[in-house]
């Protein structure tokens, strides 16, 4: 704070307290003994602030012998580079020259403007006024966030700003700043539990070396998919089938946040929470549910409705004007709005239902209606709260016409977000999709999410909930449940194709969207025993689960649909089970898949499935590869190739060729091989294969490295790792690491070769990865010589600094050492 101590006392008393009612600590020169000089303390006083207020009426103040300009001035131009807010006091009849001449060219150069004020309080008024809208539009903003994993998953972005809850974000701050390491914020539907753990996280995640990562749970309603969710938000790269174990792993040593929104559904996953925080010391644990984990170590926050009535008149006032630009609450109008808050007995949502009503009523038609419909509703053995919620969705659901009530039913069925398209499709016909889906808008009963990149749309769980119990009452639930299966059985027969086509990455991205969704329609296919719709979804969203490294989660569904044993179709049967033995022989278990494929040929034998059959044989070169050895393996992928070719099936000849490289890789046999390393990864290119081109480079890179080609190699794996980043494709590095490890050894840098073959060891025994016998053998042939070299004591502590390196810093070396530069995609 800068003015004259000549006048404006009781402005600057002001002032403080404005600042101080902020929790801000204001800062300004007053007299007294120092043993500095006046100027080189409030210089000194401005090097640490972040806000520069002025004040000034009349005095231009005090110059200093030797200087040019009082200090004010001073204070004022040195300013320069932070949020200033001048207040100037009038009338001032005997305003001084040079202040007047400083506050013209003040507003002659348009870089601050500045507000006149004439009494104490007003002043008061406008600074606190003026200070909230800064810190909200200024300094929240320019927060860096904290260095967050690549694939994490982001917080989501708020639609509309915070609105109060002090007490309860200085009560987590407390909690977490005092060791508690898993923190659940209860409460009941609509009180604004993830709203809440959001701004916490947001404005905590800098205090945490590996930031936060938020995983939404609405869209999962098994137990069961919980870890596969934490899976997916977090980036894990796992081809284990133990997803659980892959967690603890990737969170050991690491320092995060981790969001678990709306935990109430899958509480009995609470074990696997409890897992991951005594396997990682390092991660905090934020839930909102509307029920305890009930685990060792918990807290409890119970989030309680806005209780403030300035709070919750700011947020109703906030939502009414988002609704109607011109809403303005008169004095009248704000006991009334009060009023209506506590009917609504502060719940958030309740508030944020009504008041977009705004539209269509006054204050007073509202409280009215309100008082008439609202607050006798709802179960009797209800919490009052739960009551008067249920009792808002009710009387926003009476509003809407008899077509706007169908399309509101009909759309609960989506579980996450959904598009316009399959709104379409499962409205059905006789329904003005368009103009309900627009009104459902307006109403804040569904919401759009344009910051996904498309126009996608979603509901609140609570208004999703009890849309759902009106599409039952309605007797309307199973053909519109036909509906949504028939969309995505539709959408995954298209992705199946995709996937294997130059859109690949646009339909990867299309399946992270749908995620929920579909697996609503994989769960509806379990339950009510269609195996066959099962089976269709799983054949076309196989491979989106290989690109997600999601294998467990994948034969989690073929193990439900195989269930159904011998009742089912022969060669539904034979789909699923190929499909599975694809995964087995991708998580290692290759004698088993050894065992089911004859199963799976005999029954898809003359059944037309021609590139079933073809994929079957080109999975069935890893088992005889080593069982039968190089020669049955080699006719094994050649068949397939043949196969793929009869097709015209360019994705399956492009993973044909690939594995054939592979294979040579495998056993160290490059001889007459011809371009057939050069034909593979042509194939993949024109296919648009983002993983075949990965995986084909490092088959190059393995050549290179062979024929002491050591810097193409080099080449190779950077290109690999790239294509892996760019594609977004969440797999395995450990070959990449193997092969630099090697080029460390050529350049005589035998303890880093030691600790990245080591890490490289560490990632196939956690993933249950094969490393076939001639394979296996060179690499103890390698580690023999390097243990020769460097001794027995620097080798062994070479394997440990090694098995104790994380995925992260493994990345960053791995790419340094490949010539990738590391440039964010976001």
């Not at 080593?626 to 492009?654: C, V």
Request: aromatic content about 6%; glycine content about 8%.
């Amino acid at each position: 704070m800068s003015s004259t101590l000549q006048e404006l006392a009781p402005e600057r008393a002001a002032a403080r307290a404005a600042i101080e009612s902020l929790q801000l600590i204001p800062v300004l020169f007053e007299l007294g003994a120092r043993p500095h000089p006046p100027q080189a303390l409030y210089r000194a006083y401005l090097e640490q602030s972040q806000l520069f207020v002025g004040l000034y009426w009349q005095s231009y103040g005090w110059t200093a012998p030797g200087e040019s300009v009082s200090g004010i001035e001073d204070e004022y131009r040195m300013s320069s580079g932070l949020p200033r807010l001048l207040y100037v006091k009038e009338p001032a009849a005997e305003r001084e020259q040079r202040l007047s001449d400083l506050l013209g060219r003040i507003e002659s150069q348009g870089m601050v403007s500045y507000r006149r004020f004439e009494a104490v309080e007003e002043l008061r008024g406008l600074l606190t006024q003026d200070l909230a809208i800064l810190l909200t539009e200024r300094f929240e903003l320019a927060v860096a966030p904290a260095a967050v994993a690549p694939s994490a998953q982001a917080l989501p972005s708020p639609r509309t700003s915070f609105v109060g809850r002090t007490s309860e974000l200085g009560r987590i701050d407390e909690l977490l700043g005092a060791g508690t390491r898993l923190l659940t914020l209860t409460g009941p539907g609509g009180i604004g539990k993830t709203r809440l753990a959001v701004e916490a996280a947001q404005r905590l995640r800098n205090q945490f070396g590996d930031g936060v990562a938020f995983v939404p749970l609405d869209g999962v309603d098994d137990a069961e998919l919980v870890p596969s969710a934490v899976h997916q938000a977090l980036g894990v790269r796992d081809l284990t089938g133990d997803t659980v174990a892959a967690l603890e792993e990737y969170l050991r040593g690491k320092e995060l946040l981790l969001v678990l929104d709306n935990f109430e559904h899958v509480v009995s996953a609470a074990p696997v929470v409890a897992r991951l925080l005594e396997v990682a010391s390092g991660l905090t644990v934020l839930v909102t549910s509307r029920e305890l984990l009930r685990l060792s170590g918990e807290r409890e926050l119970a989030v309680p409705p806005i209780s403030a009535e300035d709070e919750a008149v700011a947020l109703f006032t906030e939502r009414a004007a988002a609704a109607r630009h011109a809403f303005e609450l008169s004095d009248e109008d704000v006991a009334l709005v009060a009023e209506i808050c506590r009917r609504l007995d502060g719940v958030p949502l309740a508030i944020e239902l009504a008041a977009p009503r705004m539209r269509l009523l006054t204050p007073a038609q509202l409280l009215e209606r309100l008082s008439k419909r609202l607050v006798l509703e709802g179960p009797r053995d209800a919490p009052a709260r739960q009551r008067t919620l249920e009792a808002a969705i009710a009387w926003s659901y009476e509003l809407l016409t008899a077509g706007e009530r169908r399309v509101f039913e009909r759309l609960a069925v989506f579980h996450g977000s959904f598009t316009l398209e399959a709104a379409e499709a499962v409205a059905g016909a006789g329904t003005d999709l368009v103009d309900s889906l627009a009104s459902l808008l307006d109403k804040s009963i569904v919401y759009r999410l344009p910051e996904l990149g498309e126009t996608r749309f979603a509901m609140l769980r609570m208004i999703r909930e009890y849309a759902l119990e009106r599409l039952a009452d309605a007797g309307d639930a199973d053909e519109t449940l036909e509906r949504l299966a028939g969309y995505y059985l539709q959408l995954a027969q298209q992705a199946g194709e995709g996937l294997r086509s130059a859109a690949q990455r646009q339909w990867k991205r299309t399946l992270d969207l749908e995620a929920d969704n579909i697996r609503a329609v994989l769960g509806w296919a379990v339950e009510r025993q269609r195996i066959r719709e099962l089976g269709a979804l799983m054949n076309g969203i196989m491979l989106w689960f290989m690109l997600q490294s999601n294998l467990d989660e994948g034969r989690t569904w073929l193990g439900h649909g195989l269930a159904a044993g011998s009742t089912v179709d022969a060669v539904v049967r034979g789909q699923l089970l190929a499909n599975d033995v694809a995964l087995a022989v991708l998580e290692g278990e290759l004698e088993e898949a050894a065992v089911a494929l004859p199963e799976a040929q005999a029954l898809l034998a003359g059944s037309g499935e021609a590139r079933t059959l073809a994929e079957l044989t080109l999975m069935l070169s890893f088992p005889a590869a080593a069982i039968e050895g190089e020669k049955r393996a080699y006719a094994q992928a050649r068949e397939s190739l043949a196969g793929f070719e009869a097709l015209d099936d360019l994705w399956g000849m492009s993973i044909s060729l690939s594995v054939m490289c592979r294979l040579r890789t495998i056993f160290d046999d490059y001889v007459d091989e011809g371009d057939l390393f050069e034909r593979a990864l042509a194939a993949a290119e024109r296919v648009g294969d983002d993983l075949g081109i990965g995986l084909q480079l490092v088959n190059m890179a393995n050549r290179s490295l062979a024929t002491g080609e050591y810097e193409a190699a080099r080449n190779f794996v950077g290109r690999s790792l790239e294509q892996m980043r760019t594609g977004r494709i969440v797999y395995s590095n450990e070959e990449a690491l193997e092969i630099l490890a090697k080029l460390e050894r050529v350049e005589g840098r035998d303890e880093h070769a030691v600790e990245l073959l080591a890490a490289a060891d560490r990632f196939r025994h956690e993933r249950h990865i094969p490393l076939l016998r001639p394979a296996h053998e060179r690499r103890e042939r390698l580690l023999d010589e390097l243990r020769s070299n460097l001794g027995d004591d620097v080798f062994e502590a070479a394997c440990r600094r090694g098995r104790k390196l994380d995925d992260a810093t493994l990345q960053e070396t791995a790419f340094q050492l490949a010539g990738v530069g590391l440039v964010s995609l976001e």
